[in-house]
């Protein structure tokens, strides 16, 4: 089995995915999807996490540590959660679809009041979901500023940030197939 869900060009109407944030592709530079995390290989310090990334981290650029960075929804669907959770800080999950198999996007680090958003209520592609989190406070779960997006197979709302084997990584899709831009 592939790990990723390749895109169909026959179907490319069905779905319109977008990048997260503006200039998406230049913001993965510390932890793309897959790289084994470790507190001694990582390239955040202090790490205080360990396995496989199980999405891809957006960071913000010097000059958006302090302005409000609006986060877009990257597909059309269902809002199916908005909490706060630990290794998070403000979480939001979203009910898509690629190919026509449900998936499950996690935007993680969001001050979670800035989403306006009920849960129950669609979002379309390109929709202002929330704001990024100001770093190191209880918005991002004391983490950097930086968006976690996360894209799970399946309709099952799994929110963790790495998995503990190569087998589990297989159960999610690399976000910049279909979220990173060009």
Known sequence: MKNQ????????????????????????????FGIFITPQN????PERFYG????????????ELYLDVEVK???SGELKMKKTATGYGGLAAEACEINGDPITVIYG???LSSIAAKVGENLKSGDTLGILGKGFSSETNGERKHLH???HKGTAINILG???????ISDWIDPCLYACGK
């Open 149 to 151: 997006l996360g894209i």
């Open 162 to 168: 790495y998995v503990q084997s190569k087998e589990n």
């Open 109 to 111: 680090h969001l001050k």
């Open 42 to 45: 990582s390239p955040v310090s």
């Open 5 to 32: 869900i390749e895109k169909d060009p026959d179907v490319e109407g069905k779905f319109s995915f977008q990048p997260p944030l503006d200039r998406a592709s230049e913001r993965v530079t510390k932890k793309p």
């Open 52 to 63: 496989y990334h199980t999405g891809a981290d957006f960071e913000v650029f010097p000059e």
């Open 73 to 75: 929804a990257i597909c």
